[in-house]
């Protein structure tokens, strides 16, 4: 069973960083790119970023560009999400996804559909 697990989430004051973590099982993590949602409430879900399953490229969001940046780590089969100066409207449910596999194009468009397993979502709350 494919499993993503998430952790890191939760309140946090304008201006201040936070780092999610996404842990995966059953599957090979190295053969596989990754992104990151997020959904307000009464909202839309919302991509955030991605990173290839090289971890040569990565992908963002323009709301997000320069303030988050997402990584990988394959040896501990682990995606991360680093958010810095965090403001109230990055509040939201965030959420891992696994991208079905794929060689390409690869760009902002592509990069941000095509998501078939999801992590269990967790709440991030940047208070004024």
């Known amino acids: 069973q494919v499993q993503l697990v998430q952790s890191g989430g939760g309140l946090v004051q304008a201006g201040g960083s936070l780092r999610l973590s996404c842990a995966a099982s059953?599957?090979?993590?190295?053969?596989?790119?990754m992104g990151w949602f997020r959904q307000a409430p009464g909202k839309g879900r919302e991509f955030v970023a991605a990173?290839?399953?090289?971890?040569?490229?990565?992908y963002y969001a323009d709301s997000v560009k320069g303030r988050f940046t997402v990584s990988r780590d394959d040896a501990k089969n682990t995606m991360y999400l680093e958010m810095n100066s965090l403001k109230p409207e990055d509040t939201a449910v965030y959420y891992c996804?696994?991208?079905?596999?794929?060689?390409?194009?690869?760009?902002?468009?592509?990069?941000?559909?095509?998501?078939?397993?999801w992590g269990q979502g967790t709440q991030v709350t940047v208070s004024s």
């Open positions: 996804g696994r991208k079905a596999y794929n060689t390409g194009p690869y760009n902002t468009e592509e990069m941000s559909r095509g998501y078939d397993y």
């Open positions: 059953g599957l090979t993590f190295s053969h596989y790119s």
């Open positions: 990173i290839t399953r090289s971890g040569d490229s990565t």
